[in-house]
């Protein structure tokens, strides 16, 4: 008997340990069925800690007169280096809520990156040339993914039942987030999800 108790647990603590992560394919349309590039999917996870690690940190350089990547997905807590790349001198800012700051006329990497410490969007825009634009997405989960060109993205994501969140920049600021549930059953074929927007011209 003490045998079968002890082989119980062992199951019990393999399940819990999440060591079967299902993948979850997720393709983002707009409304009218084209795919959307540059789309950020996040999950919410109960029990899963909201900051990145200490130390977590991400980049965007600027190069050819544009921020490279354009959309950045982190988690909440990441700071962000902005090198420049270019030999012309770049004086990146945001004005957005969560983030405000200013990084004057510089070239090369400035020596304190940017840290993000609350979750929402973040525009960074240049004073010097008005078209560059970038955008910042925080996420206070670890789950997150970016669509390709064929607006698809995938996450490994432990069972159980979670919130799903799509975010594209050319939402309107006015329109509502993109929530929905999402039931994640242990299946080693995954799953699959679509989810539209209504987005903005480009
Ligand atoms: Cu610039």
């Given at each position: 008997?003490?045998?079968?108790?002890?082989?119980g647990?062992?199951?019990?603590?393999a399940l819990?340990?999440?060591a079967?992560?299902v993948?979850?394919?997720i393709?983002v349309?707009?409304?009218a069925?084209?795919?959307?590039?540059?789309?950020v999917?996040?999950?919410?996870?109960?029990g899963?800690?909201?900051?990145?690690?200490?130390?977590?940190?991400?980049?965007?350089?600027?190069?050819?007169?544009?921020?490279?990547?354009?959309?950045?997905?982190?988690?909440?807590?990441?700071?962000?280096?902005?090198?420049?790349?270019?030999?012309?001198?770049?004086h990146?800012?945001?004005?957005?809520?969560?983030?405000?700051?200013?990084?004057?006329?510089?070239?090369?990497?400035?020596a304190?990156?940017v840290?993000?410490?609350?979750?929402?969007?973040?525009?960074?825009?240049?004073?010097?040339?008005?078209?560059?634009?970038?955008w910042?997405?925080?996420?206070d989960?670890?789950?997150?993914?970016?669509?390709?060109?064929r607006?698809?993205?995938?996450?490994?994501?432990?069972?159980?039942e979670?919130r799903?969140?799509?975010?594209?920049f050319?939402?309107?600021?006015?329109?509502p987030?993109?929530?929905?549930?999402?039931?994640?059953?242990?299946?080693?074929?995954?799953?699959?999800?679509?989810?539209?927007?209504?987005?903005?011209e480009?």
């Amino acid at each position: 008997m003490r045998h079968r108790a002890a082989l119980g647990l062992a199951i019990l603590v393999a399940l819990g340990s999440g060591a079967h992560a299902v993948p979850l394919n997720i393709t983002v349309t707009d409304n009218a069925g084209k795919p959307l590039a540059d789309a950020v999917v996040s999950v919410m996870v109960r029990g899963t800690p909201p900051l990145a690690a200490a130390g977590t940190s991400a980049q965007i350089a600027q190069r050819g007169r544009k921020f490279e990547p354009q959309v950045t997905v982190i988690q909440t807590g990441t700071s962000v280096t902005l090198p420049n790349l270019d030999t012309v001198r770049h004086h990146v800012y945001s004005f957005s809520p969560i983030r405000r700051f200013e990084l004057k006329l510089y070239a090369g990497t400035p020596a304190a990156p940017v840290l993000f410490d609350k979750p929402g969007t973040a525009v960074l825009g240049c004073n010097i040339h008005d078209r560059m634009t970038a955008w910042v997405h925080v996420v206070d989960t670890p789950y997150f993914a970016k669509t390709d060109a064929r607006g698809q993205a995938t996450l490994d994501l432990p069972a159980g039942e979670h919130r799903l969140r799509v975010w594209h920049f050319l939402q309107p600021d006015s329109a509502p987030p993109h929530e929905q549930p999402l039931r994640v059953a242990t299946s080693p074929s995954g799953m699959a999800v679509k989810a539209s927007l209504a987005v903005t011209e480009n």
